[in-house]
């Protein structure tokens, strides 16, 4: 694992490599434009931005550490003087890479590093709409009603309008459910407080008098029907099966009686 372990050893010992950047550095703040392979130039990047931040401090601290890395005079005094104003208010990324391809023989991508010349123009920051704060809505007691945070995120969202609304939509057809129910009952006559008296009944004519002799009379064509129908059923009481099952065993009787005086006979005689 390479915990900790920034930049690349480029193939070279640590001296090699420190004069290599050193020299490369000065060329590059010389010059202001660069053509090596692309791993140096990515390097290269590194150490260049950060001696140009010294110098945008511009103290005498700053300038000694500069001058221990970079040895020329002409290019020290180029990086405070002229660079450091160029990138006075440019917060970072002070140089540019661009790749040209790859290089004849071996191959390996080449690039050109060059310090960055144009004018910094910061980006507007987009302002972003804030609502207008809604007043507080204080209780009757005077305390101040808080809202739940959930309601105000469904405030933000618009989920509660869409609610009203359908509130508003339920409340309306009820409301007009129960007009058409006002509107029927007013067209149904109302009942009457209470029926009016019925008028008197009239009394039926009395029945005319029945004179004593007729009622005698019927009285005796009645008791001569029931006398008539009196032997019928008496017949009709001893054809049914009730009254045959009561003569077999009557006969049955009779004719036990006998087998026992039989028997009784023949064992006095014995």
Request: aromatic residues 2%; charged residues 45%; proline residues 6%.
């Given at each position: 694992m390479r915990h900790k372990?920034?930049?690349?050893?480029l193939g070279v010992t640590t001296k090699h490599r420190k004069a290599m950047f050193r020299?490369?550095?000065?060329?590059?703040?010389?010059?202001?434009?660069?053509?090596?392979?692309?791993?140096?130039?990515k390097e290269l990047r590194r150490v260049a931005e950060k001696i140009i931040t010294l110098a945008k401090e511009g103290t005498l601290q700053k300038r000694r550490q500069a001058a221990a890395y970079i040895r020329d005079k002409e290019v020290l005094k180029k990086l405070f003087d002229e660079l450091a104003e160029r990138f006075k208010e440019r917060p970072g990324g002070y140089t540019r890479?661009?790749?040209?391809?790859?290089?004849?023989?071996?191959?390996?991508p080449i690039s050109i590093i060059e310090l960055v010349e144009e004018?910094?123009?910061?980006?507007?920051?987009?302002?972003?709409?804030?609502?207008?704060k809604k007043p507080?809505?204080?209780?009757?007691?005077?305390?101040?009603?808080?809202?739940s945070s959930k309601k105000e995120s469904a405030e933000e969202l618009g989920l509660i309008e869409?609610?009203?609304?359908?509130?508003?939509?339920v409340l309306a057809a009820e409301a007009a459910v129960v007009a058409e129910t006002v509107?029927?009952?007013?067209?149904?006559?109302?009942?009457?407080?209470?029926?009016?008296?019925?008028?008197?009944?009239?009394?039926?004519?009395?029945?005319?008098?029945?004179?004593?002799?007729?009622?005698?009379?019927?009285?005796?064509?009645?008791?001569?029907?029931?006398?008539?129908?009196?032997?019928?059923?008496e017949e009709e009481t001893s054809d049914s099966p009730e009254a045959?099952?009561?003569?077999?065993?009557?006969?049955?009787?009779?004719?036990?009686?006998?087998?026992?005086?039989e028997k009784e006979t023949e064992k006095k005689e014995d």
């Open positions: 372990r920034i930049g690349r050893k020299n490369m550095v000065t060329d590059l703040f010389r010059n202001e434009r660069l053509k090596t392979t692309d791993t140096r130039a890479i661009t790749k040209l391809g790859f290089r004849r023989g071996d191959n390996t004018e910094y123009k910061p980006k507007k920051k987009k302002k972003t709409k804030t609502a207008p507080k809505a204080t209780a009757k007691d005077g305390s101040v009603k808080t809202k869409e609610q009203d609304k359908k509130t508003q939509e509107e029927v009952a007013k067209e149904v006559p109302e009942p009457k407080a209470k029926a009016e008296e019925a008028p008197a009944v009239e009394s039926e004519p009395a029945a005319e008098s029945v004179p004593e002799e007729a009622a005698e009379e019927e009285k005796v064509e009645e008791i001569s029907a029931e006398t008539e129908e009196a032997p019928v059923a045959k099952a009561e003569e077999g065993s009557e006969e049955l009787a009779e004719d036990n009686t006998e087998a026992e005086e």
